[in-house]
Every structure is written in C-alpha cells, then in structure tokens.
C-alpha cells in the first residue's frame, strides 16, 4: 500500500496520549464506615469491573476512530510502482498514401483518426506528428479539427527516423516516463538496418487492411513511331492472370483513347496506346481501382521539343559529328577556327573544341563566359604538335583537369562508368564482350573530375567535370577509332541532349530533379508554375539562352502545371506521386525487440490506462472511522 501524504501518518503518534491518560488516570476511593453487608460489597465490585471494561472499549474504539480518519487523509492507494511518475506520451500517426485502404468500409487513417478522438481522455496533454506536422503538448480537443481534416501524403519516415524525432520531441528530463506509440501499417519501406528501435516504451499498434492487390500504373514511355504515329507505352502492375481493367486516355480533360489491359500472369503488364507524332498534349492516363485511389491517375506531357544548339569549332576533320548531331533533333553548326562567327557563340548549348592545336585568349575569354553562362564545352585535342599550356590555362579557369605528357603505345578504351550520367540508361546490362576502340598516343592528365570512360591501363579516356567534357586523345583516325565504334553515338548524343535539359514526360514529386525551358529571360524577371489555383515560384538559374528550373520541394500536388512568365505560358511539366505507397506489403510488428504490440488503439490505450492506474482506500477508511464512532455511541448506551 502506497500513501499519496505519507506525512499525515505522524499524526498516529498522537495516539499515545489518550492511552497515557487512561493509563496514568487512577481513581482514589475514600473509605466511608458503613454497616458490613456482604450484599452491597459484592454489587460494588462488580460495578467497578463493568466500568473498566467500559473503558477499555471505548479507549480502543476511539483509537481506531482516529486512526482510521488520519489513514483517510494521508489518502492510501494501491498501484504499479511508477504510477505516479510523470510521463511523456509521442504519438506517431502515419499519415502515407498507404493510410487510404479501406477496412470494414472506412479508410485506415480515418479510422485511426476516430479511434483517437473517442478514446484519448480530453485532459490528457500529449504530442503527435505525422510525416509532415507536428503538433506539440496539446489535448485532443485543441487539435481534433486539424487529425479530421489532415489529408494522406506520399512522404513516409522510416522507423528509425520516427525514434530520432521522437527523441529530438522528448524533454531532456530524466525523471519523466517516455512513451512513444506508434500507430502505422508498416509498409516495408520503413525498415530500418536496425530491427531493434532504440527508445523504451515503445508500442505498436499495425493497422492492416483485409484486401492487398493495388492496381496502379507505374510508369510510361514513348515508344515505336510509325508514320505519324507514335505508341504510348503504359506499365500497369498488380493485375492477376486474366484480370482485366480499362484504361481511358485524355488530353486536359477531353478523352482521346480508351483500352483495356488484362493481366498475364507476371506482376506487370504493359498496354500500348496510339498518340499523334509531334502533337503537344497534356495527358492524363486513368484507371479504377478502389483499394488505393492517388495512383489512378498519370500525368505526362509532350511538348514541342526544343533542339539543342550544338556549335564544332575545328581545324580536323569534324564529319563525323555532322552524323551524329542530325537535323531532326540538334541544331548543329561547325566552323574552322579562322573563319568562327563570335556572335553565335553565346546562343549555343554546346560548343565542341575539335583538334585545335592553341586556343587563342579571345577564344578562351568568350569561352569562360558560356561556361559561366551554363554552356557546355567539349574538348578533344589535336593529333599535332599540341600547345599544351594555352590548353592549361583554359582548363584551370573552369575545370580541375590538367593536361600532362603525351604517351605513345596502343591502348583500349575497355573501361565504361555505367552509372555516369552520359551512360546510365543506355545499356540494358553491363557489356563484357565488347568491340572495345583503341587510341595510339594519348595525354596524361591530374584531374578531380568523373572518369566516364578509361584505358585499359586505367588512364582516363573521357572526363568531365562541371559542365566540360574532355578527352586526353585526339580522335582522327589515324590515332583512334572511337569515330567508328558503337561508343561515340551515345557518348555525343547524350553530352549533347545533357546541355538543354529537355522535360522528360513527366517528373517524380520528391526526387531532386531539374528542366531547362529554352527562354531567355530579363534582368529581375522569374518563372512561375501554376495549376489552378496554386501556383509558386521554384527554383531557378538564368543563363544567357535558358533558364534551369530545379525541384524538390514543390510542387507537393500531382498534375500538369504550366510554365508561367509573367501571364505568357512557355510549356507544360507534369508530375506525378512516387509510386512507392502503392506497393502494399507489410513488416511484421512483433520483430521490434521489446516494443509491444497491441491489436487496437482501444487496446493500447487500455493497457496504459491501467499502467497508471490507481486504486484509492481513504473511502474505507472514512467508513471504519464512522463505524467505530457509531460503535462507540452503542458502548455509551449499553453500558451504565
């Protein structure tokens, strides 16, 4: 038994004064002569022996009588030990993509939501965050409006991400009881590396929903062009053996196509719809699947494509960049060093520096100005008595790459950094039997930049570094056959396509992610991204012919936004949630070590409900001290 005043409980001390006073209290009796009657010194006796056990009645019924009203006041409990002790309560509530699959009728995260509101005590302070809010030390009532009207999201912590929040929530009070529960459906995609959560105190509550299969599109492409069409390529996963689900196709909100695509057996299945070569659309693929709905929908957007300007200044042979850079998707010009048109410079994308022997300083300054200016600079020495220090002094202005000693003795390029970004979609798998092309001689250099391609001594071939790209060989053919070998399409091409970052069909909310828009804006002028009634301003780099637009942050809505200067409209982007909330498969909540897991948030809070339980005895006490005094009223009545 536990007191809530343990200090009342001195007051029993003053329990030994009565019994002091009974015990020192002697009667003197004065002795009177009086006839000796044996009859009447017999009744005396016995009324002396009745008074004392009257006494001594009354001395223990008042005692406890006081005892019992000092134990009432001193109020005595019964409980668990740390009862008592302050606590902290951390509620996680998972608030994902995941969250809307419904069960018995009502979506996961409704049904969290509801399930707090009715059974958290209104007088209960306490903390909760999602994967975006936090709202601190509140009750129930300050934030209920907020939980009903919070809306699922595609941003998910993970599990050891949530216990370093919750610890960054918690106070740095030691005597506190720290809480942290947990009300989620553990996607996968919250594991942690760690299956066991640092924190005490930690429980679970799973909800899970009855029905797993999503449907959902995953991705899109563009595909085969054939005449003046072209074929639309739609990734649906999820559908079983046989399953069948229409598809419906629209341009803004005007249906242009509708199909159906039925499952064959493989977790995806891709369906092919026909779209007009060339024409401008603001697509929207639509699908209906009731288990989770914000992936029923794919935005994507083709727009006019621009072409990136592409300019070879060369005193070597530079055909074979002619056939690279075609018409139908570069603007490609070359000229001879003797005969460059300055002007034209500053419009390009790209400017390829082909067998120069010196770079001259009028060159190198306008040069340092378009790479400044988000230019791309391709570099590729000469076969000939090479000026390596006007080379070294152009590259040092924009690059950490040195050209050193020129070595002679055939060498192959055999080394491909797959994952550069030149190369990383380019090879369905790692080649190993490749046709490599070789070089005679080529330059040694000191360099910090990214090695695309190497020699099979490990010497760089190809570096890059910023936006520069330079090779340590010249490429004639009588030094080198990487003109005529199967790298020198996609190596050009890609630096080519990498310098005016066209609008892939659509972005990805969330992944870092940048598109040039072909513009050339005023000083103090900015671009702007709208969808109806949002609209903001990303973030964004001026150059001298485009404007790169970044993203990360925003937006944070799925769709097709358009491109905004001032109230002109330049091009259309579209973006889409990450799909990884669709995929619906589940941790198990009992391999946390000592996190408890309950079945229910009724559950939970029942189990804390009696943690910190508290069962109170005073009341007993008052009704033995009424007792007693009721007790000793009947001793005062049945005794003379």
């Not at 009086?34 to 005396?44: P, S």
């Not at 939501?113 to 059974?119: A, C, E, P, T, V």
């Not at 020129?406 to 090879?427: D, R, Y």
Request: glycine content about 4%; proline content about 3%.
């Amino acid at each position: 038994m536990q007191f809530k005043h343990p200090e009342i409980l001195w007051a029993l001390l003053l329990l030994l004064i009565p019994i002091l006073i009974h015990l020192l209290q002697l009667r003197r009796f004065k002795k009177t002569p009086f006839t000796n009657v044996a009859m009447l010194q017999r009744v005396v006796s016995e009324s002396r022996k009745s008074q004392n056990l009257k006494k001594w009645l009354l001395l223990f019924t008042r005692l406890f009588l006081l005892a019992s009203l000092i134990i009432a006041f001193a109020q005595p409990f019964s409980s668990k030990l740390d009862a008592l002790t302050k606590r902290e309560t951390l509620i996680y509530l998972d608030n994902s993509f995941s969250m809307q699959v419904k069960k018995d009728g009502m979506a996961l995260l409704g049904k969290s939501i509801q399930d707090l509101i009715q059974i958290i005590p209104e007088t209960t302070n306490f903390t909760l965050f999602t994967n975006e809010q936090t709202f601190q030390n509140v009750t129930i009532k300050q934030i209920q409006n907020n939980l009903l009207s919070l809306e699922t999201s595609a941003k998910q912590l993970r599990l050891d991400q949530i216990v370093l929040k919750a610890k960054s929530l918690f106070t740095e009070d030691d005597k506190t009881i720290k809480e942290l529960l947990i009300i989620s459906d553990l996607q996968e995609r919250m594991a942690t590396t760690n299956d066991v959560l640092d924190i005490e105190n930690l429980h679970i509550v799973q909800t899970l929903p009855v029905k797993r299969n999503n449907i959902y599109i995953d991705s899109l492409f563009l595909g085969q062009v054939d005449g003046n069409q072209v074929s639309l390529n739609l990734q649906v996963v999820g559908l079983e053996n046989n399953e069948t689900i229409p598809i419906s196709l629209y341009d803004d909100n005007r249906l242009i196509a509708k199909t159906a695509v039925k499952g064959g057996g493989s977790e995806r299945t891709i369906s092919v719809l026909s779209l007009e070569n060339g024409k401008s659309i603001k697509g929207r693929a639509v699908i209906e699947d009731q288990v989770l709905t914000y992936d029923n929908q794919f935005h994507f957007t083709i727009n006019e494509r621009s072409k990136p300007k592409i300019l070879a200044i060369s005193e070597e042979d530079a055909s074979f960049l002619e056939r690279v850079f075609p018409k139908s998707d570069f603007d490609f010009l070359k000229f001879d060093l003797n005969n460059l048109n300055y002007s034209l410079l500053e419009s390009q994308n790209t400017i390829i520096l082909n067998g120069l022997q010196t770079i001259p300083n009028s060159l190198a300054t306008v040069l340092l100005d378009f790479s400044k200016n988000g230019g791309s600079i391709v570099l590729i020495p000469s076969a000939k008595a090479l000026d390596i220090n006007s080379y070294n002094l152009f590259l040092r202005q924009i690059t950490p790459i040195t050209l050193e000693n020129s070595l002679g003795g055939t060498e192959k390029i055999t080394k491909i950094a797959f994952q550069h970004p030149l190369f990383e979609n380019v090879f369905e798998k790692r080649v190993t039997n490749f046709d490599y092309p070789e070089v005679k001689s080529f330059y040694r250099t000191l360099s910090n930049g990214s090695v695309a391609l190497s020699l099979q001594d490990g010497s760089p071939f190809l570096i890059t570094a910023q936006n520069c790209y330079v090779f340590t060989a010249s490429l004639r053919a009588e030094n080198s056959n990487f003109i005529n070998s199967p790298l020198v399409v996609p190596t050009f091409f890609n630096i080519g396509e990498q310098s005016l970052k066209n609008p892939t069909l659509y972005q990805t909310i969330g992944q870092k992610q940048s598109v040039d828009v072909n513009h050339r804006l005023e000083q103090d002028n900015i671009l702007k991204l709208g969808k109806g009634e949002i609209e903001f301003i990303p973030l964004q780099q001026s150059f001298s012919n485009k404007v790169r637009l970044t993203f990360e942050e925003n937006p944070s809505k799925d769709g097709t936004y358009v491109v905004l200067r001032d109230n002109d409209t330049l091009q259309n982007l579209s973006f889409n949630f990450p799909r990884n909330e669709s995929k619906l498969n589940y941790l198990a909540a009992t391999g946390f070590g000592t996190a408890t897991v309950h079945s229910s948030i009724s559950e939970l809070f029942r189990t804390l409900q009696e943690d910190t339980s508290i069962t109170d005895y005073w009341k007993w006490f008052v009704i033995f001290a009424l007792l007693f005094a009721v007790l000793e009223l009947l001793i005062q009545k049945l005794f003379p």
